[in-house]
C-alpha cells in the first residue's frame, strides 16, 4: 500500500488543481456557444463521442450546427467543430495558433518515442521536411511493383480455404486484411518481412504491434494525467510508478512498447549498417533471427536514411528520431488502413452492382495489358497495374474517396488554441440566448474536438444524400477534368482536407503524411483480390433463421463486430461469404 501512495498522490494532487482552476475561473467566451448539458462534472460529456457514437455525432451536428459546446473533463469547456471556414483556419491561415493537445504529446513522446506524432514545433516541423519527400508520388510508384507479392499471398490464402469452384466458404477477411496491412508497413516502410501473413512463423514485433491497441484501451484513462506526471515527477519515480502500477495491463503495455521499440532499434541499425556497407546483411540475404530478409533499398526507412546522411547537419535527424519514426509508422499506418479495405469489402459484399462495376474495370484494364504486351501474366488476373494505371481506373478511385469520405476509419481529433484567438464560422450557429454567433473567440487552452465524422457527412457542403455512400458523385465532368479532389463537392466551400476536400485524414501541417500510400495499398489489394474472389455478406443461419449481422461501432476508430448471438460485439471481425470469380460476376 505504502508503494501507492505516490501514485495516489499525483493523481489526488491534479484533481484537486484542476478542481482549483475551475472553481476560480470566470465563465469563458465559449460559453454563448449552445450545446448538449453536461452530464457529470468530473467527466463532462465529451466521452459520448467516442462510444458507439455515429448517431451521437451527426445528431450534435443536426441539432446544434457545425459549432458545438462540450464539456471534458473536470468541467473544461471543449469546442466540437466542423464548420469548413473555421477548420481552413485551424489548419491553414491561423495554423500558428494551433496544436495538438498535451496528452496525445506526451503520450505519444512515451509509447513511441521521437517520432512525428511525438513531438512539437521546430522538431516536428524539421522532421516533416525530411520525411514529406518519401513519401512522394515517385517513391510510391516506385514501391508499388515491390510490395504487389503481398497482395498476391493474401489472394492466395483466400483462394485456399475456399475447396473448388462454385463454392463458398465463409471467412473473417479481418485478421487477413490485418496481417496484411502489417506486412505492407514492415515492407513497404522497414524494409523487412515479418512475416505476418504465414501463420506457422512467429514474430514477436507484429504480434505486439497487433496487441497495441487492446492495451492502450485499458489504460487510456491515464492518458490526460500524463502531461502532470511528466512534469512533476523524475524519470526515476515515474519508472517505478509503472511498476508499482497494480494492474497486469500496465506489465503487458510495457511488454508490448519495450518489443516495439527494441525490434525498431535492431531493424534500424541492421539497415544503417547494410546502407553505410558497414559489414550489414547484404540485400535479399535471408537474417537469423525473426527479422526476415531485407527488401531491395526502395522502402521508406531506407530512403529516409539516405536523404538524412546527404542532408545540412541543421536538417539532419538524430537516430532516436529516426528510431522513433519507425513504432509512428506502424501505430498509425496498420489499423486505419486496416479498417478502411475491410469496410470496402463490407460494402462491396452488400451492394454487388458495385462489386461487379469494379470487377469489370479491373479486367478491362488488366485486358488491356495483355493485349498490348504489357505484361508477362498468362491470364488477365493476374496482371499487376502500375502505379498510374492504378490511380487513374475512375471507380476504383471514387470508391475509395467515397468510402474514407462516409466512413472515416477516425472519427474526432484533438486540438489546442495556443493563444487567445477567434474562429470565423462559414454557417453561423445559435447561441444560448438565441441570438446567432458567426465568430467563435476562443481563450489560450480551449480544446478543440475536429469532427472528420460531422465534416464529411456536412450537407451544406455535400448535399442532402452527404450521409449516402455513392461513388458516382465523384465521377462528374470536373473529376475528368483538372478537379478531381473537389469533385463531389456542392457548393463553392471547401474542407482543407490533405486527401482531396475530405477531412479522414486532417490537413495542414500534421495532416496524414502516408495518405498517398494508404490510397495505392488498398487500390493494390482490391485490384489484386477482387478479379479473382466474390464477396457477399454472410448467408448461414442459425436455429432461429437469423444471419450474422455486421455492425461498425464507432468508438474512436471505426470497428466492425458481429452482433451476439453470432459475436461478441466487441472484437474486430469481418465475416463474409467468399467464392471464387464466375462469368456472371462482371457489369
Ligand atoms: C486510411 C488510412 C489512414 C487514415 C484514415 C489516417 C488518418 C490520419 C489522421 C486523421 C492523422 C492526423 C492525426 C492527428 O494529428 O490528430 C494522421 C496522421 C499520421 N498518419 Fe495517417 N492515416 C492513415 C494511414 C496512414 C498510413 C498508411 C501511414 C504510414 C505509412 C500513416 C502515417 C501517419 C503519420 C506518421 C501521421 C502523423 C503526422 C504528423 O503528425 O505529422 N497514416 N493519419
Not at 539532419?316 to 469496410?343: K, N, V
Not at 502500375?386 to 471514387?398: F, G, I
Request: hydrophobic share 40%; glycine share 6%.
Amino acid at each position: 500500500m505504502a508503494l501507492l501512495t505516490p501514485v495516489v498522490a499525483a493523481v489526488l494532487g491534479y484533481v484537486l488543481w484542476r478542481l482549483a482552476r475551475w472553481t476560480t475561473k470566470p465563465q469563458s467566451a465559449l460559453s454563448r456557444v449552445a450545446g448538449p448539458p453536461r452530464e457529470s462534472w468530473l467527466k463532462g460529456n465529451v466521452q459520448n463521442l467516442f462510444r458507439d457514437a455515429l448517431e451521437y455525432n451527426l445528431r450534435l451536428s443536426r441539432e446544434y450546427g457545425t459549432a458545438v459546446r462540450m464539456y471534458s473533463l473536470y468541467g473544461q469547456e471543449a469546442l466540437y467543430i466542423s464548420d469548413p471556414l473555421a477548420l481552413q483556419h485551424v489548419f491553414g491561415k491561423d495554423q500558428q495558433a494551433y496544436d495538438v493537445n498535451d496528452a496525445f504529446i506526451t503520450s505519444n513522446l512515451l509509447m513511441f518515442g521521437e517520432g512525428l506524432i511525438g513531438t512539437l514545433g521546430d522538431q516536428h516541423k524539421k522532421q516533416r521536411k525530411m520525411l514529406n519527400p518519401v513519401f512522394s508520388v515517385s517513391n510510391m510508384r516506385d514501391l508499388l511493383p515491390v510490395i504487389q507479392p503481398i497482395a498476391d499471398q493474401m489472394a492466395a490464402i483466400f483462394t485456399q480455404q475456399i475447396p473448388g469452384d462454385g463454392a463458398v466458404t465463409e471467412i473473417d477477411v479481418m485478421p487477413w486484411l490485418s496481417r496484411g496491412a502489417q506486412e505492407y508497413i514492415s515492407q513497404a516502410c522497414f524494409g523487412y518481412t515479418f512475416n505476418a501473413l504465414d501463420l506457422n512463423k512467429r514474430n514477436e514485433y507484429s504480434e505486439a504491434a497487433r496487441r497495441y491497441t487492446p492495451a492502450a484501451l485499458k489504460l487510456s484513462h491515464l492518458r490526460p494525467f500524463l502531461p502532470f506526471i511528466v512534469r512533476t515527477f523524475p524519470l526515476a519515480l515515474r519508472k517505478k510508478m509503472v511498476e508499482w502500477y497494480p494492474r497486469e495491463a500496465m506489465k503487458d503495455f510495457v511488454y508490448i512498447l519495450t518489443t516495439m521499440h527494441e525490434t525498431s532499434k535492431r531493424i534500424f541499425e541492421r539497415k544503417k549498417r547494410a546502407l553505410g556497407g558497414e559489414g550489414g546483411q547484404a540485400q535479399g540475404e535471408k537474417e537469423e533471427g525473426d527479422l526476415g530478409p531485407l527488401m531491395q533499398g526502395k522502402d521508406i526507412m531506407s530512403i529516409l536514411l539516405k536523404a538524412n546522411a546527404s542532408s545540412d547537419e541543421a536538417d539532419r535527424l538524430t537516430d532516436d528520431e529516426l528510431i522513433g519514426q519507425m513504432s509512428t509508422l506502424l501505430f498509425a499506418g496498420f489499423e486505419t488502413t486496416t479498417y478502411a479495405i475491410s469496410r470496402i469489402l463490407w460494402l462491396l459484399a452488400s451492394r454487388q452492382d458495385a462489386q461487379a462495376r469494379l470487377r469489370s474495370e479491373i479486367r478491362a484494364a488488366k485486358q488491356a495489358y495483355l493485349a498490348e504486351g504489357r505484361s508477362p501474366a498468362e491470364a488477365w488476373e493476374d496482371v499487376s497495374l502500375s502505379y498510374d494505371d492504378l490511380m487513374a481506373l475512375p471507380y476504383l478511385d471514387a470508391l475509395l474517396r467515397e468510402t474514407l469520405r462516409v466512413y472515416p476509419p477516425s472519427s474526432v481529433h484533438f486540438r489546442v488554441a495556443k493563444e487567445d484567438t477567434t474562429l470565423p464560422l462559414q454557417y453561423p450557429v445559435r447561441a444560448v440566448d438565441g441570438s446567432s454567433v458567426s465568430v467563435v473567440p476562443l481563450e489560450k487552452g480551449t480544446q478543440l474536438l475536429i469532427s472528420i465524422i460531422a465534416s464529411n457527412h456536412n450537407k451544406d457542403v455535400w448535399g442532402e444524400d452527404a450521409s449516402e455512400w455513392k461513388p458516382e458523385r465523384w465521377m462528374t465532368a470536373s473529376a475528368e477534368s483538372e478537379d478531381k479532389d473537389n469533385a463531389a463537392v456542392k457548393s463553392s466551400v471547401r474542407y482543407p482536407g490533405a486527401y482531396s476536400s475530405i477531412l479522414t485524414f486532417l490537413g495542414g501541417p500534421r495532416g496524414c503524411i502516408g495518405f498517398k500510400f494508404s490510397e495505392m495499398e488498398a487500390k493494390q489489394v482490391l485490384a489484386t483480390l477482387l478479379p479473382r474472389l466474390h464477396f457477399a455478406l454472410p448467408s448461414a443461419t442459425n436455429a432461429d433463421g437469423r444471419k450474422k449481422e455486421i455492425y461498425w461501432k464507432m468508438s474512436g476508430p471505426q470497428i466492425p463486430v458481429v452482433q451476439p448471438p453470432f459475436g461478441d460485439g466487441m472484437s474486430p471481425q469481418v465475416p463474409l461469404d467468399v467464392r471464387r470469380v464466375e462469368t456472371e460476376d462482371f457489369a
